[in-house]
């Protein structure tokens, strides 16, 4: 019992060369250390320098080595910085590296400067570039400067590069010395940037390119914005001459002339004026110029209208925080160097260039004109406006039929022309003409590049910009999903939905951060989101519990859903505390250093939960997944989650009218019978449509045609790739524990026989830094509150840490890491 006492006496004294290692890890020793090292950085830059210049003078003084005359105070020496400086500088130059030297300096500035806490480097990755460049320019300059050994004063390269340069050349060439030289610098390149790789395949396909870039315009150079143009094909105008018997003459005499507002991206750069004396017995069609590469913004802002759920102004009072630092905090400081995917990335598609097939023109304008003619329906106008995969027709009837008249013969219409995918729009919401979309026979595929490259796209400002695809007038089309906020998808199976979400995930992946954007995805069908798996540290967001990415399983989705709920919640009562409206409100606050992170603030990362296959989970899981989709569709916005949620079933067990209620904008691929039409949209309309693709985008009044972007499985494993060769976080960002009320547990009881895996890490982070707050530990092992919590508290019940101080943080009880390793000891 004694000796027990004694021990644990023993352990609580710490020892002398323990409080040494405490005394070198205290703040301001830090400072003058790294302080001393810039200072002698820049003195070694003196000498360095002054050596090119009077390195020759001083040779012999130096070359003596006589240690008196160096210390004497009349000793010649013309160096800057005096002998010692002229000494250092003959030595690091000339008998080791050479003129790469350099880098030595380089080093220990950053080195000090991060002892400082001028600057947050990451000093390993600072001390290996410094050391392989070191290394390389003294040997390519030993190499290169061979023969001015004998003459010179000044050693390029050093001893070192001299010696290894002799070595070499004798054991491989001086060719192979050069190719050596070459494919080390390719590797170090590499090992820089993972972008060296993708410039490298260009630069070796470049006469293939070239010859490929006549042909189909210039492919964008790599990670550069540009705007995908497509080919002016010639002017296109018809006369064509009525058929028909007409008994009343054609009223129009005119027909306005559209003029492009750009002609980047025309079918015909200039619409015509049908000839100002139209013959009566004729009937115009006019092509319409495709609109030019414009964005659609289908987006209505109802942000503005958007309350939270709490009273902003009533919200507890927090006292103004001014963080430390001056600087605005840069939440993607972790991964600084990351770079965005590069668009050549993505295929360029042979036919992506739209043509007219005048045949085809004709022969539609002819079969639109006899069909309405045989339901007694005579026309004035007809224009064309060729789409990538739809014609959309637009006709005048002639004055006095009834457009109820055409709206009632939709069907018959549809039979008569035969075509699978055509849609009548009687009439063209405000425009007074009818529109029948008829799909062209060589449809184009139009190609994630081409809308992805799209300079709308590219200087979109939108939070969280997703381009889809184009319209039928040619233009890209696009929204911001944090307008919508959630987006309902829908259509049989094999229409284009997997790659619909491909378009919409791939599109945030083009233009976010990972700072700034979470996916947590669910793909029941455990095959169409496993190409995601590999950007699990840069982007997406999953329970702590190290399951898999990527959530196939039912049970995890619901315990997921549930913990986005979670999430959700606590996002709430951090923007209360905030006084803010919305996570962006309340990241701008958080960037100024407005809000202090001890109390819990962090910045929030848009979450963005996509289901694939939902009908599936609902079957399985019914109202378990239903009421936590429902609880964030309604309220998740303010706190940036929004969802995606695909189905193959569109029934109205599946989409339900809580779904339907909380999803206002939809996506319906084509599905087979009108009733599940009308259950998407309201409407019928998608059992009209083509498949492939073809999809109707509702989002308030009327649907919107649009041709999803062809994003095909390769082209996003190639994105992928390139952003999982880069550095992610250490961990996927981790969504807070969840739970349920039925599992038993007791949450406030600690159990330490099944200690946290970051436990350990946690208490020596938590030890030297001496600061028991949860924050921290949330912060540095990217993990959310309440496991961070959950941590602290098992920290507590091991006596690392003292019991919460309310807002302050805990006091740590053990003094340093050698304490704390006995007391983990114990603890096993
Ligand atoms: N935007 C598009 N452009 C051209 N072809 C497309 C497009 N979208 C889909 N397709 C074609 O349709 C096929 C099926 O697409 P997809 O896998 O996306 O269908 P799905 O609706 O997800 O089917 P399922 O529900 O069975 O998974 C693709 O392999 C492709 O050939």
């Known amino acids: 019992m004694a000796k027990k006492k004694l021990d644990k006496e023993a352990d609580q004294t710490p020892s002398s060369l323990s409080k040494i290692v405490a005394y070198f890890k205290n703040e301001t020793i830090h400072f003058v250390i790294g302080l001393m090292l810039v200072i002698f950085s820049v003195y070694l830059l003196l000498a360095f320098s002054s050596f090119f210049a009077t390195g020759a003078a001083d040779q012999s003084i130096i070359d003596s080595g006589n240690p008196a005359d160096l210390a004497a105070v009349d000793n010649h020496v013309k160096n800057y910085a005096g002998s010692r400086g002229a000494q250092l500088a003959s030595y690091l130059i000339n008998d080791c590296f050479g003129v790469s030297s350099f880098f030595i300096l380089v080093f220990l500035a950053v080195a000090g400067l991060k002892l400082m806490r001028v600057r947050i480097v990451r000093l390993w990755k600072w001390f290996i570039g410094c050391t392989l460049l070191l290394v390389w320019f003294s ?108 008994n009343s003459p054609a009223p129009i005499k005119d027909v306005p002339v559209e003029e492009p507002q ?85 295929k360029h598609f042979e036919n992506d260039d739209p043509t007219i097939d005048m045949d085809e023109q004709n022969a539609n ?149 990972p700072a700034e954007l979470k996916f947590v995805l ?38 997921t859903l549930n913990s986005v709920c979670v999430e959700m919640d606590t996002r709430y009562d951090l923007l209360k505390m905030a006084h803010v409206r919305n996570v962006k409100e309340y990241n701008d606050k958080f960037i100024n250093r407005r809000l202090n992170p001890e109390k819990g603030h962090k910045f929030m990362p848009y979450i963005v939960v996509v289901i694939d296959e939902f009908g599936d989970l609902i079957m399985t899981a019914g109202k378990e997944v239903e009421l936590p989709i429902a609880r964030i569709a309604q309220l998740a916005r303010a706190v940036g989650i929004h969802m995606i949620i695909a189905t193959q079933r569109p029934t109205t067990n599946i989409i339900t009218g809580t779904i339907k ?69 250490p961990t996927p960002f981790f969504l807070p524990e969840f739970v349920s009320e039925d599992s038993g547990n007791d949450v406030g009881e600690i159990d330490m026989g099944r200690l ?9 982070l938590i030890v030297i830094h001496q600061q028991g707050s949860t924050s921290l530990i949330q912060r540095k092992f990217a993990i959310g509150y309440n496991r961070a919590g959950r941590i602290m508290d098992q920290l507590e019940k091991a006596g690392i840490v003292g019991p919460t101080q309310g807002s302050k943080a805990r006091d740590v009880l053990c003094m340093d890491e050698n304490d704390l390793e006995m007391r983990l000891n114990n603890l096993q």
């Not at 990538?388 to 006095?400: A, D, H, N, W």
């Open 139 to 246: 040997v390519f300059f030993g190499f290169a400067f061979m023969n001015h050994y004998q003459d010179s004063f000044l050693y390029w390269g050093g001893m070192h590069g001299y010696n290894v340069s002799r070595w070499l050349i004798s054991q491989i060439g001086v060719p192979g010395v050069w190719m050596l030289l070459l494919v080390t610098a390719i590797c170090f390149f590499i090992y820089m940037s993972a972008r060296t790789v993708v410039w490298l395949r260009k630069l070796f396909a470049l006469n293939f390119l070239k010859r490929k870039q006549k042909e189909e315009g210039q492919v964008p150079p790599m990670g550069e914005t540009q705007e995908f143009t497509t080919s002016q094909p010639q002017e296109v105008e018809f006369n064509l001459k009525r058929t028909y018997k007409q």
């Open 522 to 559: 669910v793909d029941p069908k455990k095959v169409e989101f496993s190409i995601y798996s590999v950007i699990e540290n840069h982007f997406l967001a999953k329970l702590p519990d190290g399951g898999e990415p990527i959530i196939t399983d039912v049970t995890k989705v619901v315990q």
């Open 365 to 513: 304008k002819d079969r639109i004109i006899n069909t309405l003619r045989s339901f007694g329906i005579e026309i004035s106008t007809i224009k064309a406006t060729v789409g990538p995969t739809v014609t959309l027709y637009e006709i005048t009837p002639e004055q006095g039929v009834r457009i109820s008249k055409i709206r009632g013969l939709e069907d018959d219409i549809a039979l008569s022309l035969s075509a699978d995918g055509i849609r009548i729009i009687a009439p063209i919401p405000g425009k007074g003409t009818i529109g029948i979309e008829v799909p062209n026979k060589n449809p184009k595929i139009v190609s994630g590049q081409s809308v992805i490259g799209s300079k709308k796209f590219q200087e979109s400002k939108f939070d969280l910009p997703i381009v889809l695809g184009k319209t039928i007038t040619n233009e890209v089309f696009m929204f911001d999903l944090c307008k919508m906020p959630h987006v309902l998808v829908a259509g049989a199976t094999g229409q284009g939905k997997s790659v619909g979400l491909n378009a919409i995930i791939t599109s945030l992946l083009y233009k976010k951060h």
């Open 661 to 729: 209620a909380n999803f206002p904008a939809r996506i319906a691929f084509r599905v087979s019978a009108m009733m599940d039409s009308r259950t998407i949209l309201d409407r019928p309309g998608a059992n009209r449509l083509i498949g492939k693709g073809d999809m109707l985008f509702l989002q308030g009044a009327d649907p919107v045609r649009v041709q999803c972007a062809f994003i095909d499985t390769p082209e996003v494993e190639e994105i992928t790739k390139f952003i999982a060769r880069q550095q992610g976080y």
């Open 756 to 764: 946290d895996p970051l436990f350990e890490d946690a208490a020596r």
């Open 262 to 346: 750009d002609d980047s991206f025309l079918y015909t750069s200039e619409s015509e004026t049908v000839s100002k004396e139209t013959n009566e017995d004729e009937v115009t069609m006019v092509f319409e110029p495709a609109a030019p590469n414009t964005t659609v913004v289908s987006t209505e802002d109802s942000g503005n209208g958007f309350e939270p759920g709490f009273d902003v102004e009533s919200a507890p009072e927090e006292e103004e925080y001014q963080g430390p630092e001056v600087e605005p905090y840069n939440p993607t400081k972790d991964l600084e160097n990351y770079r965005f995917p590069t668009i050549d990335l993505m």
